[in-house]
């Protein structure tokens, strides 16, 4: 910071600025450390979303909700698979599979429950 | 007279701990003094909203070979340990469902020995060993207490680094 040169800047305002500026920087300061207290949902840390509070089931069923969060996301699984390094080529392979796997499941669910519903029509 | 000072000193550290005040001075880095941009803390003691002893957390890592608890305040500084290894198991039995719930059971006693009131506590879960059931299972089974919150803190890579090579190769 020069003094004495640019625009008309006289020593008062100057050790104003700076002292608006330390003022600034303990608020920021302050403000962090009380962030730290403050719960999960305030950070959007990337666990939030893993995140359960216990209401009126009690701490069983919160464990439930959240173990069905986990095997709902394959977070189990996906982490099994980057224990070891997948060449692309397999990871391809592997993603061709379970693409059509999945594809040819959903066709024959389709077909079934329309058998279903056609024998409910008395077909 | 070292003895009296010493067990002086247990007695106040009891007290401190029974009171519900957290033992762990500062801010979250431990600083505290006056810093270059002013306190962090405020001189004033803290107030009971903000106490970061009202929500105590319990770091459960579950690997596949061992599970190590620790019992933290709000911030995460550390008040007390424990481990498959610490309750007497040996090797591979560490990773067991016993083992997890032991340890479970001697972080319990220790807090109620030592008088540590747990207004409310949070469950953080990392890993997926046989420690995440057994964990649960302890603190609901052995204690009354207040159980406010369950999280999943396994690290999850959104493409981080690269993974050991496949075996068999």
Not at chain 1, 5 to 19: A, E, I, K, P, W
Not at chain 1, 27 to 55: C, H, M, N, Y
Not at chain 2, 58 to 64: E, P, T
Not at chain 2, 97 to 102: D, L, T
């Amino acid at each position: 910071m020069s003094t004495g040169d640019g625009g008309g800047r006289s020593f008062v305002s100057d050790s104003l600025d700076s002292m608006m500026s330390r003022r600034l920087a303990e608020e920021s300061r302050k403000q962090f450390a009380s962030s730290l207290d403050k719960g999960l949902s305030s950070t959007g840390a990337p666990i939030v979303g893993r995140s359960v509070a216990v209401v009126s089931g009690g701490p069983a069923k919160a464990y439930a909700r959240l173990n069905r969060i986990m095997t709902t996301n394959n977070v189990r699984r996906e982490l099994y698979l980057r224990q070891r390094y997948e060449k692309p080529k397999y990871k391809r392979q592997r993603l061709r599979f379970e693409s059509h796997a999945r594809r040819f499941k959903d066709e024959v669910r389709n077909k079934v429950h329309l058998v279903m519903k056609m024998k409910s029509w008395g077909v | 007279a070292k003895a009296e000072v010493a067990s002086k000193r247990q007695q106040a550290l009891m007290d401190l701990l029974g009171s519900g005040d957290s033992p762990l001075r500062g801010d979250a880095f431990g600083f505290r003094g006056a810093g270059l941009y002013g306190n962090t803390i405020s001189e004033h003691k803290r107030s009971a909203a903000t106490n970061p002893m009202n929500k105590l957390v319990l770091h459960v890592h579950a690997s596949s070979n061992n599970t190590i608890l620790s019992l933290t305040d709000a911030n995460g500084r550390v008040i007390v340990n424990s481990s498959g290894g610490s309750v007497g198991f040996k090797k591979a039995q560490r990773a067991g469902f016993e083992a997890a719930y032991q340890a479970t059971a001697s972080i319990v006693n220790t807090v109620i020995e030592k008088n540590i009131s747990v207004p409310r506590i949070e469950l953080r879960l990392k890993g997926f060993g046989a420690g995440r059931d057994a964990s649960f299972k302890a603190i609901t089974g052995l204690t009354n207490w207040n159980v406010c919150r369950i999280v999943d803190t396994t690290p999850i890579p959104f493409n981080g680094c690269r993974p050991k090579k496949a075996r068999r190769l």
